[in-house]
């Protein structure tokens, strides 16, 4: 461990009970995507007590500024650091002391951790400035869990001046006090998907005279299936998820009208081109087949979220050093799940982190993220911020 990283992880360990304690205030008091009001009011009380100047970016985030001191050893550095704010429509069932107080809202995902985490590591960098050169942008970023916020944050420009972009999240199948710190694809794109369904009425006795659009629907979700089977490499990771039929209006009515809603998962840019013009295609042919006709409707949540070969091994670097080589995950199964950090790291190179908060002696911690009993060993906040301070500083100093 380097002396700068000596110091900023001793401060962060200092500051554990404080960072703690937000994380519990921001788990009493979710609120959903587009709605943080207060969460973004919180952060910028916290940001007032630093003596750091803020402004609002994609309506409820939370732009900040941190300068170096030190005498850069080339030319001036900067990075961005990320936090999702928002929590998710989940009723808590679990009862810990910090349990939500907002009825049919919940930090489910673990987002509470990272804006505390990220405040934790901001009140660590404001005081030691004068252990790194260049500058640090930190970005609190609203509607993740509905891939809303990153797009406007980078299309803004307010993160171009950057040479790097990191973002961590919490991973209750991962080991309290380890991170996973992988190059290339982790998370796949999330594309939004309703399939229109036009059929022609007609009493069930008499199909002849319509043309059914349940039958149709049917035959859709059945046949999407083949393109990630008979159409996809079997060495390839794709999902065509359909999670919402509704068709007909009666029982003895061959139904004119159907409706489906899905969604496509892949790891690359070039097999989700692939994979949405297949179904669009297959839609519309599977319908004119029967004597209908369908029309599909696309919302791009988030890109695939590739990180950065040389950016990884900067964080591995400093991660290893850290907390030791034996808690730095290299390598894993990436997740279907998508998160819109993938939007940062398309315009300035960058690596996610997923930061252990898994402890089998707490079993809430365990659970699946979007559980209502979902929870997370706070040691991970320590961890956390451990890794936004120092990476930063490593990268800005050229250490890494």
């Known amino acids: 461990m380097t002396e700068t990283q000596k110091r900023l992880y001793e401060q962060v360990i200092a500051d554990h009970d404080y960072v703690v304690a937000l994380r519990r205030e921001f788990h009493r008091h979710p609120e959903l995507a587009r709605e943080e009001h207060e969460t973004a009011a919180r952060i910028e009380r916290e940001l007032d007590s630093l003596g750091l100047s803020h402004r609002r970016v994609a309506g409820t985030g939370v732009y900040a500024e941190i300068e170096g001191s030190a005498k850069p050893a080339g030319e001036k550095r900067c990075i961005v650091l990320r ?4 929590a998710l429509p989940v009723t808590q069932e679990n009862d810990p ?29 404001q005081k030691s400035r004068a252990l790194f050169a260049g500058k640090v942008i930190l970005t609190w970023q609203p509607g993740e869990e509905i891939g809303y916020g990153a797009r406007p944050i980078v299309q ?22 380890s991170v996973v710190l992988m190059p290339g694809p982790n998370n796949a794109s999330v594309d939004w998907f309703r399939i229109r369904v036009h059929g022609l009425g007609a009493h ?14 049917s035959q859709i979700v059945v046949a999407a299936q083949a393109l990630v089977t008979r159409r996809t490499s079997p060495m390839d990771n ?25 969604t496509i998962r892949v790891l690359t840019p070039e097999l989700r081109r692939l994979t949405k013009a297949r179904l669009e295609a297959l839609a519309k042919q599977t319908a004119e087949l029967f004597g209908g006709t369908a029309e599909l409707e696309w919302s ?18 400093t991660a290893a050093a850290l907390f030791g080589e034996e808690h730095v995950i290299r390598s894993r199964e990436p997740s279907l799940g998508g998160d819109d950090f993938a939007e940062y790291i398309l315009r300035v190179p960058g690596v996610y982190a997923y930061v ?13 993220q979007h559980n209502s009993r979902f929870d997370i060993d706070e040691d991970a ?20």
Do not use: W
């Open 83 to 86: 936090a999702d704010i928002d």
């Open 97 to 125: 002391e910090y349990k939500s107080l907002n009825p049919g809202r919940m930090h489910a995902c673990g987002h509470d951790g990272h804006t505390a985490s990220l405040i934790g590591a901001a009140r660590v960098l």
């Open 156 to 177: 803004s420009g307010a993160i171009d001046e950057a040479g790097r972009s990191f973002g961590v999240h919490v991973a209750p199948n991962v080991p309290v006090g």
């Open 204 to 217: 069930v006795s008499t199909p002849e005279q319509g043309v059914d659009a349940a039958y149709i629907a």
């Open 238 to 262: 794709v999902l065509i998820g359909i999670g919402k039929i509704s068709a007909g209006t009666a029982y003895n009515v061959v139904a004119q009208e159907a409706e489906l809603e899905g």
């Open 300 to 317: 791009d949540f988030t890109s695939p979220l590739i990180n950065d070969a040389q950016a990884a091994a900067e964080a591995q670097k």
């Open 356 to 368: 252990g908060s898994g402890n089998p002696a707490k079993p809430d911690t365990c659970v699946a």
């Open 381 to 400: 906040l320590t961890v956390a911020a451990a890794l936004y301070a120092c990476y930063a500083a490593d990268y800005l100093n050229g250490a890494v």
